[in-house]
């Protein structure tokens, strides 16, 4: 049963908007009717993205940000953080299911939230009324979030590479004695515009750099979420990379315990775990674990070593899709009771 | 005064090689007039290097391995390990200076040799007539090696960019819980030949993923002389991991300290060791140390940064020069007595 | 009406069998049941391609070359050209729908195709019975190919971006003193193993070469369909280069006239006939031709702009989709009676 | 006799400018003792340019343009063309060497400038008295640009790569029915700041275009000096191409000849020029002709094949070297009675 279900995206115009558009063409629900961009209004799809130049967009144009949206319908918010702030609780008390993919409703502590983001949350008071959209995690709660009338807040790119990784983990961290998080992305994890990117050829080819270290909005967002899950209180570090490529995440995490673990149980965990997931895949060699297998796919690779009282972690996967928009159209299909992986296999 | 040494290199036809030729073109004292390598053998250099077609090389062609060397020069092994095992104590035992690139006689525990590098060594012996050639941590035992009949066991290029950052902080990494490394390395870390470095464009493009994990060559290398120069025994945890680049190896390094450190303190003693070696080059911040201003030098940038009980160094190279041939020309000025940057700044 | 048409692929361990396995994954009749490679023989798919784990391929082994095909499906050949060569006849005997993607049955010139492919063509008496298959300019003799019992030769990845582009221009390409091609292609290009593509990271990046000059096997196959087309005889020089870049060709072509033509009716001759063709994209400037607007499509984009008695024509399309993979299934489309570009869109 | 002449670059906070005080490091000769650049005013070199922390430049710190030069001394100018313009003749009627890299001087046309670079020349009759520095076409004129109180105007950087390679043909191209210029660079030949080099890396990663179509000012300055050099009218299309590389051009040149010339005769006529030429250099084939064997040295390498009455030479460059900065030297050592080639060498 294909029944139709339109949907919104606003603030289209740019990678993630461009992704969410392009896994919905195969999608046997999801249709896009009402996309927004400022800069782009008034534009077919394919004069924006060339590679959309697809029979089913081809009546569907860009509107403004501020155009009225058909009622009722499903909204995806890839808007700035601020927007985003205020637009969720909005469109949430019209009775809309929201898929929220900024960061303004993924942390619950209002002072971290501030020190992180750099700006007073107008409706703050809707953190307690939003849910982190990571399937592998929070599957039950994500199912009730529309029924619940809250608002589901989509992970970042980079906590979903930890936390996807370290779910099958949760149960067993608390007896971990630190984690150590090093993360590298391709220029697109920074999302804006599709032009740009943010990044220059010449500061970015042939190169490489930490940044933000120590200070990335993402940490306490998996600190939050991996505490919540894991019942402890995570003592983790963790430092994002730039790499010289267009797509995709690959995390290593060092997890170092209090005492020597039993490494065939940690790997038994994983691989169980992944093999009752759809979207986690449970590679035999940690060294199998890459890019170049995650890209376009909505895929978790994950890999694991341990050695004494360490273990590494691998993963990786699109930040585009698994970390951004697909995640999204995954957690959406939660919501309205649709199969999870609709849409989002290349079948 | 620039006094003439001719020097011989065995193995000239790989990456090493190549990198040994294009520094000492202005090197003011060393002049290679012995190069090898079975492959190019009767051919000029600028027929394998087109981009040293430069006439101070204009007569010198490549010989076969086994073509006598002359008497008393100076000799660069570019060598297999195997090979290196063999011939390095075979020169020294002829009276010449040996700077040794291979790993065969950069560790001294025979157990620990055969298991990493897979052979019985021949002449283990000369383990212990050897030195480790990082002069950030071993300058007094490099300059007397020549005058002892030691060979110079010049260091991987991991090991280079790991202890080169971490020597400032040597004397107080006792009090360290566990450190651990992720370090990324451009294709050419690999060594091999120049054509082809071991990886296909389509296997590297655009991916990224990370090797060996937990069981790495250069991880043993790290802890005996981190080991050694701390006097401490390190629990360290080595992830090497492959860029889409050509050149350059970041790492970056978490210090787990058993207490919280004096971040001002620690900050300070890396930096005035940086001002007192000629090449380590302190930078501000750690997002300031990239793969680009690094590359063709023989530098090493750090950065450093301290949250709790966390400390993280970053700190990169070129893996060619500080990490392989300018270290090696580094060794032999001091070895022979020479101003130790001789030849290896660009002026 | 999807009804279900079983396909074989033979030689589908390359990247060209992956590129057939991912569009068949959409296709709503098209559904390979027999795929075969050698290296590959008894390993499900998703083992040899990690991006192709899904649930429709979940039973899907590799079989070996040898192994008995279902009788009467139709057969994709991804062989070597000698082997294509032995096995059309034989599958087109059978009865089978055969789509060759070799450049066994591309030329009809006895003497050109052993001077440019280095062996005597064991059925060359097949070449008048195989119909080229660029349906921009022979789509009619596409359609009968199957009811005549004939071979489709599917085009070079460098003809179809060629000939695809100068398709409008062909009734008055007599008008021509020359035509100069310069053409620009990805690694992937080259075919071959999807892990290597033969091609070495060291060697392609931040490099750029042009190969074969004035001798690839393409010119003359350009060169016999064009000529065919237009009905003339092309003055026309070809000439490669390798891109360090994974997918996608861009072809320059510069139309030297015997006599200045009108700009404008050459501009519309293309328009108006990209218009009419489901694969063919005018861009109204020939600088918005470029690959990331065709990669991972079956679209040709195309430019043109005029001076005096001089025509550049600039196209772009990815090699391994309209270059080869999406191409055969655009054939076999049309073999079969089926919608052209049914599985061609990424709807 | 190594004597000092000090030397100013204005303009140097760019590629250009990072180049020439790069290579000057090296020059026996040459000493920058006043570098200009409004953004960069009052820093040192090495805060600008990391890879510049040398010995020699320590106390070398950017100025104001504004800023009075010291008296007498030698000129680049790494300006803009409007400020090139206006400042070259000013220099030079203060008796200095000028030698300006921008395109202010290069054309003789007054009506073919201001259609190119937009703008009304201020000083168009310094045209006149301006000499355009390829070595490889017109060193005597060089030699006494200064003595005759003229300014040398360097190439662009496409127009040397295509000169260089014709040069040697220049007696016979009055022959040539047309010549097709089909040019390929990596981003740095667009200039402007060392940071961003105008392109973002989405936009060119995995990407190629051409530019400019019929329409780049490089064309105008090819077709005049070929055409004096050869005393003919050429008819020649230039197409230039924007490549996924940071350094490198590489011209892909079709000469279609009247009749069909003796094709041994043409590649002795440039092999044996180049065997004159300090920095040309012949290869066998045209398919050794590559980027990576021409970066970062200023040779420009050159190959030739003929077949028929077409003939096909392949040439390559570092735009950032033979295409400007050390280009720039080769002319002020010839102007200043040096070595043509000191300082152009690794050695």
Known sequence: MNSRIDVAILGAGG???????????????????????????????SAVF????????????????????PSGI???????????????????????????????????DASVFEKVYGFAHPHFDWASKSVFGLP????????????????LA??????????GALAPLAPVLGKSSCIIVDAKSGVSGAG???EDAGFSFGGVYENFRAYKILKHQHEPEIVEHLGRAGQF?????????????????????????????DAHLLEAMVREHCEAEPFLRFRSTPEEVELKRVQNTNFIDIGIRSRGNKTVVVSALDNLVKG???????NLNLMLGLPETAGLLLQ
């Open 15 to 45: 990678l993630t908007g461009r992704e969410l558009l392009r896994w919905m063409l195969r999608h046997p629900n999801l249709h896009p009717v009402h996309i927004t961009s400022d800069q782009c209004a008034g534009q077919p799809v």
């Open 50 to 69: 060339a590679e959309l130049d697809e029979p089913a967009y081809a009546s569907l144009r860009f509107s403004k940000h501020a155009d009225a949206l």
């Open 74 to 108: 499903p909204v995806f918010l890839a808007t700035p953080n601020k927007d985003s702030a205020e637009l969720a609780p909005r469109f949430r008390e019209e009775g809309r299911a929201v898929v929220d993919l900024s960061g303004s409703f993924r942390l619950h």
């Open 136 to 151: 592998e995690m929070f599957r039950e709660e994500i199912r009730s979030v529309h029924s619940e009338g809250k608002i």
């Open 154 to 163: 989509n992970p970042g790119c980079y906590p979903t590479s930890v936390l």
């Open 192 to 194: 804006g515009r599709v």
């Open 233 to 261: 209180t995570p003592d983790l570090v963790f430092t994002p990379h730039l790499l010289p490529t267009f797509r995709g995440i690959l995390s290593t995490i060092v997890i170092v315990w209090n005492d020597t673990p």
């Open 324 to 330: 951004a928009a697909g995640q999204a159209i995954q």
